[in-house]
Structures are given as structure tokens and as C-alpha cells.
């Protein structure tokens, strides 16, 4: 469940980016932002067809780095904070 919850965060992150600028969100011919599902897509695929979004510098728009890193930090904390409650009520 962290691990979907992070991938949201991660679009969440990237419409915000400034690296990433319309990733997301695009203006159409009418000049109206809309939500790009192409966009997602091309995104989703980049890690596994460009070999630089490996590089550290690009992990934060790499999806699967972004997932595992934060999703790996959401379970780490949810394990410590149930192991610190368990022990409060002993």
C-alpha cells in the first residue's frame, strides 16, 4: 500500500517540478490545461527506455526510484512506529 501511495506522490511531485514543467498538466490548442494521460504514459515507459533516468541526479522523475526510495522510507517509519506503540504498551 506505501508503494502506491508513493507512486501518487510522485505525480503529485512532478506536476510541481520545475525541472518538469507541463509533464502533467498541458495546455491544449484552446489554451485550457488539461490532464495528459499521453504524457503519463511517455513517463511511466522513460525509465526503461532511457538509461540516463538511472543516473542519481534523475531520481526524483524516475518513477521506479521514486516509488522504491519513498515507499521503502514509508515502511521503515510505519515499522518503527509500530514497534515504538507496541512497547508504550507493555
Known amino acids: 500500500m506505501n508503494y502506491l501511495i508513493s507512486y501518487g506522490l510522485y ?7 520545475p525541472r518538469m514543467d507541463n509533464v502533467v498538466f498541458r495546455v491544449n490548442v484552446d489554451g485550457i490545461k488539461r490532464f495528459s494521460w ?3 504514459l ?5 525509465p526503461f527506455k532511457n538509461m540516463f533516468m ?4 534523475f531520481w526524483d522523475i524516475n518513477w521506479v526510484s521514486f516509488t522504491f526510495i519513498i515507499g521503502s522510507a514509508m515502511n521503515i517509519v510505519g515499522n518503527v512506529y509500530y514497534d515504538y506503540t507496541k ?3 507493555k
Do not use: D, I, P, Q
Open 38 to 40: 499521453r504524457s503519463v
Open 11 to 17: 505525480w503529485v511531485s512532478l506536476a510541481f517540478n
Open 54 to 57: 538511472w543516473r542519481t541526479e
Open 42 to 46: 511517455e513517463m511511466t515507459k522513460s
Open 87 to 89: 512497547k508504550l504498551k
